[in-house]
């Protein structure tokens, strides 16, 4: 069964510290993204990348940084985390035209106090 | 730059009835595709159906069905005969070629009643 693997699922961290959200897919997809989900704002594109160290801001990239090392692997960084950053992260793979859309892992919820 | 609008942040329904969840969007791209996504309770997002902008004939995945009127941008979503399962967050999308992403609707929280 392919998928893509978020490594927490739940997450509590303090202001200023550095955090690191890890996605790892199965399935040799190019493109990875991360969303942040929000009640009444839906998703909204933080970074995606189409290929191994290549990454393009997305809608709300202000806060993040990403990293693509590996092809299976996507990072989200939030360089100082800050109480607004609290939200659920959603991360997908696609091949290189979405045209089958996504492939979703179940989430991270971070909290950052 | 596309744009997807859920105009119904809720809706309810109840079991066996069936419930239509709505969905504009507007793209200047010819060719393109529209997704429905569920999002139930344990979060993990699973596609729900499917429909290719150049065909004509609306996409149906067993109760579930859509109603895709192209020259309207509209992309509603049916759901027949709904079941307890059913319930979730539904969200809107669209992708076209000149892109990487897909782009998302605000979603619509679907409640269903016994």
């Known amino acids: 069964d392919v998928k893509v693997t978020q490594s927490s699922r739940y997450l509590v961290k303090r202001t200023g510290e550095k955090v690191f959200l890890e996605c790892v897919q199965d399935m040799d997809h190019e493109n990875m993204f991360w969303y942040r989900q929000d009640p009444g704002l839906g998703l909204r594109l933080i970074y995606f990348?189409?290929?191994?160290?290549?990454?393009e801001k997305g809608d709300i990239p202000e806060g993040y940084s990403v990293s693509r090392e590996k092809k299976e692997r996507f990072s989200l960084i939030l360089e100082s985390a800050s109480t607004n950053q609290t939200s659920m992260y959603l991360c997908a793979s696609s091949p290189q035209g979405a045209y089958y859309g996504y492939t979703f892992g179940s989430g991270t919820r971070l909290t950052v106090v | 730059a596309q744009t997807v609008t859920q105009s119904q942040p809720e809706m309810s329904v109840q079991e066996a009835e069936t419930v239509t969840l709505s969905c504009t969007y507007d793209?200047?791209?010819?060719?393109?595709?529209l997704f429905w996504y569920k999002q139930p309770p344990s979060r993990q997002m699973i596609l729900v159906i499917r429909q290719e902008a150049y065909k004509q004939q609306n996409a149906t995945e067993n109760r579930f069905s859509v109603n895709f009127q192209k020259a309207a941008k509209s992309f509603s979503l049916k759901i027949s005969d709904s079941q307890l399962g059913d319930a979730a967050m539904y969200f809107c999308a669209c992708y076209s070629n000149s892109g990487y992403a897909l782009n998302f609707g605000k979603g619509t929280s679907l409640l269903v009643t016994p």
């Open positions: 793209t200047s791209e010819s060719d393109y595709y």
């Open positions: 990348s189409y290929d191994v160290k290549m990454k």
